[in-house]
């Protein structure tokens, strides 16, 4: 007997709609050391999604587990530690995984799509504005995609690291006003409460610089199967609140508190949006592209971004890092080696070592070419340290 989904809906006090991005962590799928897959969490998680996808939120699911579920099912009793075994592993995974959630998202009648992406179809703008496309043409259409990274094709220096990274990237390329991240723990603590009872918690965390200062005590991976720990989830967060999503940490094993905090309540830890985010331009520039060089400015040219909204010339640059090509991301310092700012640059790293410190019309004698006036134009900047509270102090090489 099918399970009507308007009396289920009826358990959760109704929203307005809003677009959600769902990560469930391995720890909480397979637990923190068997990796046994935990059935009944991933069924109570369907059935939350399925009650607020009828209320007419669009949900994006970012599921992690692929590797742990081929690990359970090779009898391997650790995770790989080479990448093509990890590849080899995910792609037994995945497809067991995805058969998972379809025989129980189908018992609901609720479509799925799965949705596997690379940093690279982040990285190319063509391919960032058509995986954009995607995702909102699957939502419009009341399907709830189901997000992983492409384990089985992904190179090192092209994967995300983990999924929650993934998470606020998704939820920054598609728009979204929350960012779920459930874990093994209902929320963030002082201290870890596991191994410390006097841990204190955490309900909700405001400015960017007490995410700072929580990331430099966090601890590193999680679990035995799992890539994430703590930090990655604050790295998570302050991707998402610069690009005005609300982000909330809290406990996969009770997915209902999803609807709870939809619907006002304090649950989990959570990390206030950006009340100004950036254009999707900037918000790709700063959270879609992995830096390749840095440049160093004098302190004329630092203020001139920082303070007066000024383009990037070659006259400012003190130095270069980095063996870029034109077009791709950089991290902008000022002249005490603070990150301010990261850009699309006009020039490869060779070119602009000859035009260090020049002017712009001396460019073209020096190159033998006309290349552009500037070597950052100023709508392919993002500013670091913008005035808002929750936008300062937002190291670039983070985002």
């Known amino acids: 007997m099918q399970t009507v989904l308007p009396d289920l809906a009826m358990a959760i006090p109704v929203t307005s709609a809003q677009t959600l991005v769902v990560k469930i962590g391995t720890s909480s799928l397979t637990g923190s050391t068997t990796g046994q897959f935990a059935l009944s969490t991933l069924a109570a998680l369907v059935e939350s999604l399925c009650m607020l996808r009828h209320q007419g939120h669009q949900v994006v699911l970012v599921s992690s587990g692929a590797v742990g579920i081929g690990c359970r099912r090779l009898q391997l009793t650790e995770r790989p530690k080479t990448l093509a075994m990890k590849q080899a592993v995910a792609a037994v995974g995945q497809g067991r995984l995805m058969r998972i959630y379809d025989d129980l998202f189908s018992a609901l009648n609720q479509p799925i799509a799965q949705v ?6 982040l990285a190319q703008r063509s391919r960032y504005v058509n995986s954009y496309r995607t995702f ?20 090192e220096e092209l994967k995300f690291g983990d999924n929650d990274t993934l998470s606020a990237l998704v939820a920054s390329l598609i728009g979204a006003q929350w960012l779920f991240l459930l874990t093994d723990v209902d929320r963030l603590y002082s201290a870890d409460p596991r191994s410390n009872p006097g841990a204190e918690p955490i309900i909700s965390i405001d400015r960017m610089a007490d995410i700072q200062a929580f990331k430099a005590v966090a601890g590193g991976q999680g679990s035995t199967w799992g890539t994430g720990g703590m930090l990655t989830k604050l790295e998570a967060a302050q991707i998402a609140a610069t690009a005005g999503v609300r982000t909330v940490i809290t406990d996969g094993r009770q997915p209902q508190t999803i609807a709870q905090a939809l619907a ?61 090509d034109a077009q791709d991301a950089v991290v902008i310092c000022a002249d005490d080696g603070t990150d301010i700012a990261r850009g699309i640059v006009n020039y490869n790293a060779a070119d602009l070592e000859r035009i260090l410190g020049r002017r712009s019309e001396e460019i073209k004698g020096i190159l033998g070419y006309g290349g552009a006036d500037t070597v950052v134009h100023r709508d392919n900047l993002v500013i670091a340290t913008d005035p808002d509270p929750m936008e300062t102090d937002i190291p670039l090489a983070n985002l």
Do not use: C, M, Y
């Open 116 to 121: 596997l992406l690379t940093r690279s179809d």
């Open 136 to 155: 909102r043409q699957l939502l419009q259409i009341g399907v709830i995609p189901i997000v992983n990274e492409n384990d089985t094709v992904a190179v």
């Open 264 to 324: 006002g309540e304090a649950v989990g830890t959570q990390f206030a949006p950006s009340p100004r985010p950036g254009r999707a331009r900037k918000r790709w520039i700063a959270a879609g592209l992995a830096p390749s060089g840095r440049l160093h400015l004098d302190r004329g040219a630092s203020t001139a971004i920082v303070n007066g909204g000024k383009s990037l010339l070659a006259a400012g640059i003190t130095r270069i890092e980095g063996n870029f």
